[in-house]
């Protein structure tokens, strides 16, 4: 598996992961950071990211566990490069993403805002 810039040709793949509209993915292409992991030419994970002044927000992660870990690195490297924390919501029920974010070393740091009626929680690394 390598990692790599993502680009307007993974957008059905995109949309496939992370169970959007091709809409939806393409817009992330344009307006966020986004890497994806590819084995074998196939696309299997993503991550999507922005900056602030304040941290760097993971907006959009999924692939399989190991993917998910590799797929972080992206924004933990331009957090580090920036001096700034990284930080990501999780919804509850997303137990994948929260054991790769565990697993990658951030920190879970109390209860984050409800979507589409969904609890969520904080993490943060750095």
């Known amino acids: 598996m390598h990692v790599r810039e993502a680009v307007e040709a993974d957008t059905d793949a995109v949309s496939s992961l992370l169970d959007a509209p091709a809409g939806v993915a393409s817009r992330l292409l344009r307006e966020r950071t986004v890497s994806v992991a590819v084995r074998d030419e196939t696309v299997v994970g993503v991550v999507a990211f922005e900056v602030d002044e304040d941290a760097v927000h993971v907006t959009r992660l999924a ?64």
């Open 63 to 126: 692939g399989d566990s190991d993917d998910m870990e590799r797929l972080l690195d992206e924004p933990i490297r331009f957090a580090a490069n920036e001096g700034l924390p990284v930080e990501l919501l999780v919804e509850e029920s997303d137990d994948d993403v929260a054991f790769a974010v565990e697993t990658k070393g951030f920190e879970n740091v109390g209860a984050g805002p409800r979507f589409g009626g969904e609890e969520t929680i904080r993490y943060r690394y750095g």
